[in-house]
């Protein structure tokens, strides 16, 4: 294999155009490729990104094997979305229908981070860096949360 490799997230989504209007508000989302639709109005393919950080979305196809978190019954997977402000962050992916699931708190880890579940079944940590921990204090810190010596 030559080049460089990468990885793209592809989400699936019960109605994918509600999920790109979902995502370009709560998250400041573009849309940066050409929306591929069939003639039903099913999204086939879409590209947006986040930051400089692209993603895939398109609508269920279960034929294909393409099913949603909705029609799974949730997903494993949670995006980890590194943000300059995490509680305005929270607030604004609220406000276009996330779920708080835990709110935003400093982490002992040097981040101060919060989950919100997003309409269409993706879990979201929304994380702001807040201090750098050096190994031997993370370790130290880590022993003190969960009792370990």
Do not use: C, N
């Amino acid at each position: 294999m030559t080049g460089q490799q990468t990885i793209t997230a592809y989400l699936i989504a019960d109605k994918a155009a509600d999920a790109i209007d979902f995502y370009i508000k709560a998250f400041g989302a573009k849309e940066t490729g050409a929306r591929i639709a069939g003639p039903d109005g099913k999204i086939g393919h879409a590209e947006l990104t986040i930051g400089g950080d692209s993603f895939y979305l398109a609508d269920e196809f279960p034929d294909m094997g393409a099913r949603s978190p909705k029609s799974l019954g949730g997903s494993p997977v949670m995006f980890t979305l590194q943000v300059a402000d995490v509680d305005s962050a929270m607030k604004q992916a609220a406000d276009a229908g996330a779920e708080v699931t835990r709110a935003a708190e400093d982490q002992f880890y040097g981040e101060r981070s919060g989950h919100v579940l997003d309409p269409f079944g993706y879990r979201w940590a929304l994380s702001q860096h807040i201090e750098d921990v050096p190994p031997d204090e993370l370790k130290r810190r880590a022993a003190a949360l969960y009792g370990e010596t």
